[in-house]
């Protein structure tokens, strides 16, 4: 097997670009980049090792390197409904947090949407897996946007 670091860049260009129009950012695919680094290190970090491995075998090569940038076994942090969930991606979006998330409405619904456009690479049953790990009240991200 051949690695075309050209493909994964092409690749990962046009889903930046998707996920960016469906953020309603404009063109401003730094700040969607950020944001989708955030979700899915927050996501890292409320699931297990396990979990996210599996996760990933069914990332795209851009999508894997962006989840497991930074990544360590350190102890997972625990959080329990939306308001900690998005503090935690506030967190690992760091000094553009209040830029990037200027609300708990739009964070939400920034959260909601990549977990949508996320849909096209992962199976239904790794959705079931993920959900069966989350805090009571953050299933609905996943159930309400994926059982569909």
Known sequence: MSLNFNQFAAEANSFLKEYTK????????DKAGRILTSV????????????????????PMFLKAVYVNGWSSHK?????????????????NGVTAFHDFENEE????????????????????EMEDI??????????????????
């Open 106 to 125: 739009q964070t939400e619904n920034y959260i909601h949407t990549t977990f949508i456009l996320l849909r096209k690479f992962i199976s239904l049953g």
């Open 40 to 59: 899915l290190h927050g996501l890292r970090e409320i699931i297990s090792i396990q979990e996210s491995l599996q996760l990933i075998a069914q990332f």
């Open 131 to 148: 959900r069966s790990e989350l805090p009571k009240d953050l299933k609905s991200i996943v159930y309400h946007n994926f059982m569909f």
């Open 76 to 92: 997972k942090k625990r959080v329990k409904n939306m308001e900690e969930f998005i503090d935690l991606i506030r967190d690992f």
């Open 22 to 29: 469906e953020l309603n950012l404009k063109n401003d695919t």
